[in-house]
DNA sequence: AAACCGGACAACCGCCGAATA
DNA sequence: CTATTCGGCGGTTGTCCGGTT
């Protein structure tokens, strides 16, 4: 946030390098600069440019809020079910994960974890990297983002000119290249390693349904999803289909914590999760709230 | 109306690895 | 090869602001 500077302020610089919140002028000297030269060699460019400041003063100010393409405003349900998810991934890499959501820096998503994610593991009191946490955020949180994007979707595709503009463009860039398999990891993503581990995660329970066959294994139906609305469709489908049916074979978290959990839809996990309070469950807001209820069948 | 509190986010700090002199 | 500089990263702190008492 930019301020005035104060009289005092100006009197006392000197050649004192300068800290503390930027101010307009200080904004404006930074842009035109490196309109003019560029970014990098920040140092120089501090020096240059006759700000008061430290080169890496002016490359956080510039990749974190003046810079053109950065997002601002709060998560899109996409964008929030990607931190959730990269997070699961990755953790801490802050860097890492904001290379997956277009526009975010680093920094915003680190904030958001720490005033959301963690704030609600601290009203749940448990910890935030404890299976337990994990278990929640993957059977409770991840399944409502999904059913949140898939209800404004289904909204939004009356409205069939604008279908794929339903999605936000940080989410779609990342998952345009998911390439969903119902038996093989996707495809093309950023690294091999990362993109089965990731379809490990949202790999939906196998199901055996009591009396049907075992599904086929040549199924090789490679269906490419344009926007993360589709590939969250996919998802929240397989929720469903686990739901629907009457026994499940799990194969996703090993949690020892909760070792029924995995594979479980809504009403399940919340039966599974006795210990939390139903009111500090409802991450996402108020408009959550109903929705919580119908969940416990409160 | 003022004091207090907590949430959100901007900014800084320390460390580390890569690049360069 | 070594020392220094630079840039990037994650953790932490500081500041602002709105809500509550």
């Known amino acids: 946030m930019a301020r005035e500077v104060s009289s005092e302020e100006e009197a006392g610089g000197g050649d004192e390098l300068r800290r503390g919140p930027w101010t307009v002028e200080e904004d404006l000297l930074l842009v035109n600069y490196i309109a003019a030269h560029g970014e990098g060699r920040w140092n120089a460019l501090a020096r240059c440019a006759g700000l008061k400041r430290t080169g890496k003063s002016c490359r956080l100010r510039w990749l974190n809020y003046l810079r053109p393409d950065v997002r601002r405003g709060n998560m899109t349900a996409e964008e929030q079910l990607l931190i959730l998810e990269?997070?699961?991934?990755?953790?801490?890499?802050?860097?890492?994960?904001?290379?997956?959501?277009?526009?975010?820096?680093?920094?915003?998503?680190?904030?958001?974890?720490?005033?959301?994610?963690?704030?609600?593991?601290?009203?749940?009191?448990?910890?935030?990297?404890?299976?337990?946490?994990?278990?929640?955020?993957?059977?409770?949180?991840?399944?409502?983002?999904?059913?949140?994007?898939?209800?404004?979707?289904?909204?939004?595709?009356?409205?069939?000119?604008?279908?794929?503009?339903?999605?936000?463009a940080a989410t779609s860039c990342i998952t345009s290249d998911l390439v969903v398999d119902a038996h093989h990891p996707p495809l093309a993503m950023?690294?091999?390693?990362?993109?089965?581990?990731?379809?490990?995660?949202?790999?939906?329970?196998?199901?055996?349904?009591?009396?049907?066959?075992?599904?086929?294994?040549?199924?090789?139906?490679?269906?490419?999803?344009?926007?993360?609305?589709a590939s969250c469709h996919q998802m929240q489908d397989q929720f469903v289909c686990a739901r629907a049916a009457e026994t499940t074979t799990c194969c996703w978290s090993e949690s020892e914590s909760l070792p029924g959990l995995a594979g479980l839809y809504y009403d399940d996990a919340a039966a599974a999760l006795p210990e939390f309070d139903v009111e500090t469950m409802?991450?996402?807001?108020?408009?959550?709230?109903?929705?919580?209820?119908?969940?416990?069948?409160?």
């Open 86 to 168: 990269l997070h699961g991934r990755w953790g801490n890499r802050w860097s890492k994960i904001a290379q997956h959501l277009p526009g975010r820096t680093d920094n915003e998503i680190k904030n958001y974890w720490r005033t959301r994610v963690q704030k609600h593991a601290k009203h749940l009191n448990c910890d935030v990297n404890s299976q337990q946490f994990k278990d929640l955020m993957r059977y409770l949180w991840m399944p409502r983002l999904l059913e949140r994007i898939h209800r404004s979707s289904q909204s939004q595709s009356h409205d069939a000119d604008d279908a794929d503009l339903s999605v936000s």
């Open 282 to 298: 409802a991450m996402w807001g108020p408009e959550d709230d109903p929705w919580y209820t119908q969940m416990l069948g409160l």
């Open 190 to 229: 950023a690294d091999s390693n990362d993109s089965a581990a990731m379809w490990q995660q949202h790999q939906a329970p196998q199901m055996s349904v009591a009396g049907a066959p075992p599904p086929t294994t040549t199924m090789a139906q490679h269906v490419v999803l344009p926007t993360a609305a």
